[in-house]
Structure formats: C-alpha cells, structure tokens
C-alpha cells in the first residue's frame, strides 16, 4: 500500500509566509497612502493660497471676498475629509 505523504507542515508554513508577506503589503500601502494624502492637502493648501493671493492683486473688492470665500469654503470641507482619511491610514 502507498502512503500519502503529509503535506500540512509545508502547507501551514506557506500560509503564514503568506499572511505575514500580506502585513507587510498592508503596511507599506498604509503608509505609501498617508503620504501621498499629506502632500495633497499641501498642494490644495498652496493653490488656494494663490487663489486667494491671486484675487486679491486685482484690486476687485468682490473678486477677493468670492476668491476668500471659495478658500475657505474648500479648506474647511476638505479638512473633514483629509482628517476622516489619515485616521482611517492610521488604524
């Protein structure tokens, strides 16, 4: 008679090679994402201080009331979604 032979100790060695190699991803793209995010929001941050710097050089009261409205608007929306992202990066 053949014998089968036992295969579950390589088995369960691959498996946790691959679970830990799945952490490790996990990780990196955590990370990888909380900085791309945080370069974002500092792109957004310096276009909307153009913006801003922009309307106001005109000269036009209501060009830089409409450009710091919009600014502010944008960056007290978008900090609620760069904050509720980097905490959900960070877990």
């Known amino acids: 008679m053949t014998s089968i032979p036992d295969f579950s100790p390589d ?13 490790q991803v996990a990780a990196q793209a955590k990370e990888n994402g909380l900085v791309w995010l945080e370069g974002y929001e500092k792109v957004l ?13 005109t000269g ?11 600014a502010n608007f944008v960056r007290e929306t978008s900090e609620v979604f760069f904050q509720t992202l980097s905490a959900q990066l960070k877990s």
């Open 11 to 23: 088995l369960e060695a691959a498996a946790k090679r691959v679970e830990e190699l799945s952490e």
């Open 45 to 57: 941050q310096n276009l909307l201080d153009l913006e801003v710097e922009a309307a106001k050089k």
């Open 60 to 70: 036009v009261d209501w060009a830089s009331t409409l450009a710091t409205a919009h």
